[in-house]
């Protein structure tokens, strides 16, 4: 499974990170520095390997753990409509 970021956003660029809202159910979600950098990333369709391996990379953290917060970061976004799920090869 990938995931990439939903069609109907709106993102806002302010010093404390980045807001994001949805069209769709007309919520405003505020992002702190590294959710900002993994949503951005998100642009593209991404597995929650390639997202660990990023998070890992960037961060210099462990593998599950970069695994176990991108899994935790898909969920939560997910389940509020702002990235959606993707075929393998887009």
Known sequence: MKV???????????????VIFSLKTY???ALNDSASLIWNF???S???EEIARFIGRK???D????LKDAE????????????EKT????
């Open 87 to 90: 075929m393998s090869h887009e």
């Open 4 to 18: 990439r970021q939903a069609k109907d956003i709106c993102t806002g660029i302010f010093p404390d990170g980045l």
């Open 59 to 61: 961060y210099t953290i």
């Open 27 to 29: 919520c405003a979600h």
């Open 46 to 48: 991404r597995a929650p």
């Open 42 to 44: 998100c642009k593209k």
């Open 63 to 66: 593998y599950s753990l970069a």
């Open 72 to 83: 935790k970061f898909i969920g939560l976004l997910g389940k509020r409509g702002l990235l």
